[in-house]
């Protein structure tokens, strides 16, 4: 191994264990006090940086078993294994805490040039570009979803998987508009003819007329191909149909929300 993949390997270390240490001391304090705003907040910031650096691990790739194994720590399943509510806020902790025990783990493999089928190459996870940031999110965790989404959007795209890319984009569009609607408040969004129920209950049309109708967003959205308008209505979209025109279209309407909800971006 070259010094400078060492290198890379023992600065991962590091960064993993000043994580898990001061994962274990927020996870005391939630133990303590779990109504804590002050805790939750730096908690979530916590939750934050342990996902950048388990993605860099990850080489970008959400389908990377590190990946999926941070993505799963904030699931609570129901006994059929369905996804129900989030687990605890100490609960989460402990889970991640798992993670990052087990990317150290995959790294002293490399280290020690043991190939057990599931090492992380740190130079490879060295080269990925930094994730898209997405901080006007409120919701911490979503934000980490996204930012996830949006590489992975990027990657279908040039590997020519439109249906796949057009699909990422607009599931990233209505989450980061469902999030600037409900930060507004249900009290502030009512129309006089509109939805007045949960924003989560409105369809994806709905929700983005209504963020542009509240000048949340302004009329980028005009350009988004009919086809993805539809994305999520399983088996009323022909997937064979998305074509690399429909996919770039709607990556450039979710760039230009992006920008909408983030001015300064």
């Excluded at 209950?201 to 967003?217: M, N, P, Q």
Aim: net charge negative.
């Amino acid at each position: 191994m070259d010094d400078s993949l060492r290198a890379q390997i023992e600065n991962y270390l590091s960064r993993l264990d000043g994580l898990s240490r001061r994962g274990r001391q927020l996870r005391e304090a939630l133990a303590a006090d779990p109504s804590n705003a002050s805790v939750i907040a730096e908690t979530r910031a916590w939750q934050e940086e342990c996902g950048v650096t388990i993605n860099q691990l990850s080489g970008g790739s959400k389908a990377h078993w590190l990946a999926r194994s941070f993505s799963q720590g904030f699931l609570m399943r129901s006994m059929d294994g369905r996804a129900v509510e989030g687990a605890a806020p100490a609960e989460i902790v402990t889970r991640l805490l798992d993670v990052l025990e087990q990317a150290v783990a995959s790294l002293v493999f490399t280290r020690s040039g043991t190939d057990d089928g599931a090492a992380i190459s740190a130079s490879s996870a060295s080269e990925q570009p930094a994730p898209r940031r997405f901080e006007f999110v409120h919701n911490a965790e979503l934000r980490l979803v996204v930012e996830q989404a949006y590489i992975d959007s990027r990657h279908a795209l040039e590997q020519g998987d439109y249906d796949l890319a057009l699909r990422t984009s607009c599931g990233i569009l209505e989450a980061i508009v469902t999030d600037a609607l409900e930060h507004k408040g249900i009290s502030a969004l009512a129309l006089a003819d509109g939805p007045t129920e949960k924003v989560a209950d409105w369809s994806f049309e709905t929700r983005l007329a209504v963020a542009e109708s509240k000048g949340i967003i302004r009329g980028g959205c005009a350009r988004l191909p009919a086809i993805a308008r539809t994305y999520r209505d399983d088996g009323e979209t022909d997937t064979t149909a998305v074509s690399e025109r429909d996919a770039r279209l709607a990556g450039q309407v979710l760039r230009v929300v992006m920008r909408d909800l983030d001015p300064g971006r």
